[in-house]
């Protein structure tokens, strides 16, 4: 059996996903009388005086956020307003995405516009004279607040449980002070990329994490570790995690034993106040530093151990045991081999 992202026994009531405006601090330097004399923006016209911006927007996950054979697929198995409103923002969210909203997915207007007005420009802090022919406000919250509307938000049985954590990872990682767009928008051409490759981006997942493996007699041990990674890794949707595999061989080559070890969130069913809700029963992603071991069975005689790291996307599995899960998609991030001791 396969369950979607919102399921899990518990009845569904659509929440809004959080598409309010959290407060933060900021400057606005948009020409005195403009917000009402200057036309309202239009993604087309951002679009067409920005071509640097467009080209990488074009090819992100952003502008494909509705349109992705993932997304529609899960989409159609639950149809629920709470997707569409953050997957398909151009779009009702209380019918089937129409095709305008449906190509456009998340768009220029929809990072760098506040709600209510169409005239004045988000922008990052910058120092110096601002030359738009439009509004400009500068403030933190375009490269942060801005993403933690979409990629912070609790189930739509609205009980609390998040889905997504990934701003108040960043909050508690050692990487707090640095924002999320000055990690994933690298300089490209005198300007900023729009590209948001991440999980696509099988070299960038590779250089995400350090392994160091280590054979002593019948004991292996490892060592991952996470770098430059400003939240857990991985974060954001639920179906993600790392496996590290370790097959033992004869001296033959022949396969004797496998063994995994998984990196991800668990859910479960829990009971609140009469009902079953679904929790979160562990988060075992990478955060830090982790010593991961295993020992070897003796008798088998093992010769080679062979290990890999692999970045997973999983089915949701209605069981607690990750190896029952359906891996849908992986990224191998490393591999080696552990020769017989000497
Ligand atoms: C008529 C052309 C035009 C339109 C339409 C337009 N811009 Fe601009 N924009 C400019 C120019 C010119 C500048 C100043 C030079 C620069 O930074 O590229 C600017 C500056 C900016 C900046 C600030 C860059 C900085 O200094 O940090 C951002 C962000 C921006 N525009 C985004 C947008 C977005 C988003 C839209 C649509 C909602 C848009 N612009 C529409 C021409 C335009
Ligand atoms: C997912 C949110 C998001 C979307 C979608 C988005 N932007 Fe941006 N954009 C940002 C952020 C964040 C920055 C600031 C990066 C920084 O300086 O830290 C930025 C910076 C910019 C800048 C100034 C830096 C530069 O590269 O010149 C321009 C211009 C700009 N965006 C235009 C656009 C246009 C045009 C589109 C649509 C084609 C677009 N943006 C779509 C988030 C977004
Ligand atoms: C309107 C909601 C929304 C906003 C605002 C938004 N995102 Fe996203 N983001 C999404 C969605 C939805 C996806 C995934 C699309 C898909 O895979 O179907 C995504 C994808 C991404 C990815 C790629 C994830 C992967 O697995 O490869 C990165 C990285 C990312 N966003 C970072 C950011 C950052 C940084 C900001 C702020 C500058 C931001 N986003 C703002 C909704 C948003
Ligand atoms: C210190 C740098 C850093 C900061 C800050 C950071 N990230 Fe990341 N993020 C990474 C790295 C590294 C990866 C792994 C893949 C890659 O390189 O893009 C990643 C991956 C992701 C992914 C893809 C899922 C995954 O784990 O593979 C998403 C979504 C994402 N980040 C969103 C965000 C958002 C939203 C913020 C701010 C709340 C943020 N990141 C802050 C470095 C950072
Ligand atoms: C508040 C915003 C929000 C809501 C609501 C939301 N998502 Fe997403 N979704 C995201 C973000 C952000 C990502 C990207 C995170 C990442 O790539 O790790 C994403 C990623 C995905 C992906 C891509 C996973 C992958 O492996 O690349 C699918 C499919 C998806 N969502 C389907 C859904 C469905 C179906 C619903 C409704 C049950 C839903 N989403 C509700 C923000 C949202």
Redesign the pocket.
């Given at each position: 059996m396969r369950l979607?992202?919102?399921r899990l026994g518990a009845a569904l009531l659509v929440a809004t996903?959080?598409a309010l405006w959290r407060g933060e601090p900021s400057a606005s330097a948009s020409p005195a009388g403009s917000a009402t004399r200057a036309p309202a923006l239009s993604d087309e016209a951002c679009i067409a005086c920005h071509a640097d911006a467009a080209r990488t927007w074009q090819g992100s996950?952003h502008h494909a956020s509705a349109s992705?054979s993932?997304?529609e697929?899960?989409?159609y198995?639950?149809p629920?307003a709470?997707?569409r409103?953050?997957?398909a923002p151009h779009g009702d969210p209380s019918r089937e995405t129409g095709e305008a909203a449906r190509q456009a997915g998340i768009t220029c207007t929809t990072c760098h516009l506040r709600s209510g007005d169409a005239r004045t420009v988000l922008a990052s802090p910058r120092a110096g004279p601002v030359s738009a022919p439009h509004g400009v406000e500068r403030s933190t919250a375009l490269g942060q607040a801005v993403c933690a509307?979409?990629?912070e938000?609790d189930f739509?049985d609205a009980r609390g449980e998040r889905?997504?954590k990934t701003a108040t990872e960043h909050r508690a990682s050692a990487y707090a002070a640095v924002s999320c767009s000055s990690c994933h928008m690298p300089a490209a051409g005198g300007h900023r990329s729009h590209a948001f490759a991440?999980?696509r981006d099988a070299a960038a997942l590779a250089r995400a994490v350090s392994v160091d493996a280590d054979r002593n007699g019948d004991r292996l041990r490892f060592i991952l570790e996470p770098r430059g990674v400003g939240h857990a890794f991985?974060?954001?949707?639920l179906?993600?995690r790392l496996t590290l595999t370790v097959v033992t061989e004869d001296a033959a080559g022949r396969p004797l034993a496998t063994k995994r070890r998984y990196f991800g969130r668990v859910f479960g069913p829990a009971r609140s106040g009469g009902e079953i809700v679904r929790r979160e029963i562990a988060d075992e992603r990478l955060f830090t530093r982790t010593e991961v071991n295993f020992s070897l069975d003796r008798r088998a005689d093992p010769t080679t151990v062979r290990w890999q790291l692999d970045y997973e996307?999983v089915a949701f599995s209605p069981t607690r045991h990750p190896e029952e899960a359906v891996v849908e998609g992986s990224v191998t991030l490393a591999r080696g081999t552990l020769g017989p001791p000497p």
């Open positions: 979607g992202r919102a996903a959080s996950m992705n993932a997304y697929t899960a989409v198995a639950e629920l709470f997707c409103r953050c997957h509307r979409c990629h938000f739509p889905m997504q991440a999980s991985p974060t954001g949707d179906f993600r996307r």
